[in-house]
């Protein structure tokens, strides 16, 4: 399904460090609920055409709250000198 609009450009921060935590329970969270619209073909409220939109459709959101996870948890990477930001002491 495509929209006219872009969910990640819907989806933003400013101050992407503050929100990495949090929203990184909420993309599992997303991501588990697809996976199990995905798993769950007994319910008869949709056909597969629909859950399979809805899911698409969840993890296009997941996917732009991931966007403002990783841009976080980089931005600490590098404040912090953590990570692929790691100081090498010099000899």
Known sequence: MSHDYAIDNLIKTDAPADWAGQLSFAVRALMLTARLSLENDGSGICNDSERD??????????????????DGADQMQRSGGHGSFKKVAEA
């Open 53 to 70: 939109h809805a899911a698409a459709d969840t993890l296009e959101v997941a996917m732009a709250l991931m966007d403002i996870v990783i």
